[in-house]
């Protein structure tokens, strides 16, 4: 090993904001000054900016992903004896959401790009399925052209998971735009991130987004008038105005991470067991993650950290397998392709602000683990 080594976290949120922690602490100040902490003006342009981001008619900032989720649910009525199809090898908040509100989580196995099969989704549509929840995992979009043919078949609404992907694309439309709602996260590692939890729903049902503002708001309708049980599920001000900062830089980092991704195609490819994520005519990805298989995926994260390379797993145990999901009565062997990915998969470092020198790094130290033990 080399005596003097590069170290390359998988993530660097303190080098993401060194250069914009002048504008972000102005952006504080002046929420500060003003005191309108819950609901003020900066949500409401965060909103703004982001459904003309998307695509949508209107955006409602939320506390975090898993609670866009929740309310999605929430306000299309989905709950009790209903059932909601998704994909196993997604983060459990996907399923955890549907689970919470008295409904059953389905799951369809997933193909090679790590999004559902829509062959498999169609198979496990039963007179109980209310909604699609496709994930855009890794931030690649799902399938949505066949999805939307499928749901609209079935009269099922389609809620899209999308907090890997903002800026993902099929044929020029975002995620986002193409379900009944779309459902952000914005945690701080996200790739639109806060400085804490925080989350956003887009949709284009103006009378879907009225009633989203006042499901977040404990279902107030006024001030005084409750029109229903509702949560506190609010976008804070200062995190609105930390988000609208970075919006600013959102296209350029995306395609920062699409750069790193082009050059670990270029420098990867063609290495003997290991497969790489790969691009679809179409498709816009925007690489929240860079995550590459090879049956020996243990061997190689040691290999990688050992050089100073960090890397992780999203996610090790599909969803399906966790004890939380016990009750649901699914067994090892149900879904197969996801399966062996979670014990092949391995995220890459991608972050927008790693340096040339270090993503050469990266790629240098996965040849030699291919090269030297194949
Ligand atoms: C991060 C994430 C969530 C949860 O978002 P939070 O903001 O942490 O609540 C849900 N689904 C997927 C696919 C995620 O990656």
Redesign the pocket.
Known sequence: MAVTQLKVPYVDLARQHAPLKGDLLAAAGRVIDRGNFILGAEVAEFERRFADLCGTADAVGVS????A?ALSLKVLGIGNGDEVISAPN??V??ASSIALTGAKPVFADVDDSFNLDPAKVEAAITPRTKALMP?H?TGRPADMERLTEIAGRFHLYIIE?A??AVLAARGGKRVGAWGTTGCF???PL?TLNALG???VITTDDQDLADRLRVLRNFGLRTRDECAEWSTNSRLDTLQAAMLLVKLDRLEAWTERRRANAAYYFEKLSGLPGLKLPFDRPGEYQVHHTFVIRSQRRDELKAFLAARGVGSSIHYPIPIHLQPAAKSLGYKRGDFPVAERQAAEILSLPIHHDLEQHELAYVAQCVTEFFEQTS
């Open positions: 975090s992903g898993g609670e989720l997604s983060f908040g996907s994930i995992l998971d907090a890997q996260s914005l945690h996200k939890d925080a989350g």
